[in-house]
């Protein structure tokens, strides 16, 4: 069974996460009647574009009661947008059925939210205009897309078979689009993961600075205090240049 996936992951992912809260998972339901002119993954899918509107909106609403994103002078319109960027949303189940003579697909999705994480990150964010304006630009261009595939589906009602063609094919184009986008997020996501595995396997306590480098690459992020951050793994320098610390900011875990 397809189960849609819709993974907004960002340049902001290479911020490290020096939170280790609770998760918070939300959730949320929408049904969708298929259409004379839609397929199960058409509707599937318009389903799960809806499903996955609501729980980010829950999603935004409860970050922002439970953050002190006030603090970072940002809009309620912005914490909804970066949050979003940093969601993952999923699907946990979909059943079909019939709802007189219309067959509906019933789908419930979640998002886990890391409150003190996304409160890390959109204090990072605040002080990094170039940032802001790349999620900006990326969930303005995905919106724009999702705008157009809810249009074209009104569309798609009442068309005729020729009209329902082009139209369907052009609503597929736009899908592709958004799953290229996708595709490209969990390279990165793979890429973290690789990264973070390298560094607490390879870097050891009282390796210099061009000893680490030289192993596992330059660092994908550095801070003032002398860490070194590749994935999820801050590496840590004494004023020597000289490794005293690795933590592993996923699991709260130190390499001794």
Not at 76 to 86: G, M, P, Q, R, V
Not at 175 to 191: C, G, P, S, W
Request: aromatic share 8%.
């Amino acid at each position: 069974m397809f189960r849609p996936a819709y993974i907004i992951l960002t340049v902001l992912i290479l911020i490290p996460n020096i939170s280790h809260a609770k998760i918070e998972t939300i959730f949320a339901d929408h049904k969708h009647v298929m259409g004379d002119n839609d397929s199960k993954n058409d509707a599937r899918r318009m389903c799960f574009l809806e499903a996955k509107r609501k729980v980010l909106k829950k999603a935004g609403t409860y970050i922002e009661s439970h953050t002190q994103a006030k603090n970072y002078q940002l809009t309620k319109d912005e914490i909804n947008s970066y949050a979003s960027a940093l969601l993952k949303v999923e699907t946990v189940k979909e059943e079909w059925r019939f709802v007189g003579e219309n067959l509906t697909i019933f789908m419930t999705v979640k998002a886990e939210v890391d409150t003190g994480h996304i409160e890390k990150q959109l204090a990072k964010i605040k002080k990094d205009t170039s940032v802001q304006k790349k999620i900006k630009d990326q969930q303005a261009q995905i919106q724009e897309m999702e705008r157009k595939i809810v249009n074209l589906q009104k569309h798609l009602g009442s068309a005729g078979a020729t009209k329902a063609s082009v139209l369907r094919k052009e609503r597929n184009v736009t899908f592709k689009q958004i799953d290229t986008i996708e595709a490209q997020k969990i390279e990165i996501l793979t890429r973290i993961e690789s990264r973070s595995r390298d560094a607490w396997k390879h870097i050891e306590i009282g390796m210099y600075r061009k000893d680490v480098k030289s192993l596992i690459g330059t660092p994908d992020s550095y801070d003032d205090y002398r860490g070194w951050y590749y994935g999820n793994i801050k590496i840590g320098f004494n004023s020597a240049g000289i490794v005293n610390g690795i933590y592993n900011m996923k699991t709260g875990k130190h390499k001794k």
